[in-house]
């Protein structure tokens, strides 16, 4: 069985900062497609950072300058580091992964593995 297990996700005032972690187990995602997505309540998952297996990285334009996605081959990792947070980014958080970026990385229909989701709740 594939799986993803997410961590550190948390409550935080306007202005702190979260590092959240996915470890995938039993497969090997190191040149693969990695994203986190997220998705608040009433609306649909929208991607928030992919990373590729070469290392290119994309960011929504609402997260730009405050987030920072990156992975540690070494410890089979993906992290999401969120500074600067914004009770906007309230939502619950997913990693995400599959053998390849695709056409439109974007979407979620190109992600075969999802991990179990981990809650992000910023106060003003």
């Known amino acids: 069985q594939i799986q993803l297990v997410e961590s550190g996700g948390g409550s935080v005032q306007a202005g702190g900062s979260l590092r959240l972690s996915c470890v995938h187990s039993?497969?090997?995602?190191?040149?693969?497609?990695m994203a986190w997505f997220r998705q608040a309540p009433g609306k649909e998952r929208e991607a928030v950072a992919i990373?590729?297996?070469?290392?290119?990285?994309w960011y929504t334009d609402s997260v730009k300058g405050r987030f920072t996605i990156s992975k540690d081959n070494v410890e089979n990792s993906l992290y999401l580091q969120m500074d600067s947070l914004k009770p906007e980014d309230t939502a619950m958080y997913y990693c995400?992964?599959?053998?390849?970026?695709?056409?439109?990385?974007?979407?979620?229909?190109?992600?075969?593995?999802w991990g179990q989701g981990t809650q992000v709740i910023v106060s003003s």
């Open positions: 039993r497969a090997p995602f190191t040149n693969a497609c």
């Open positions: 990373i590729e297996g070469s290392d290119p990285t």
């Open positions: 995400a992964a599959a053998w390849w970026c695709g056409a439109n990385p974007q979407s979620p229909s190109n992600y075969n593995y």
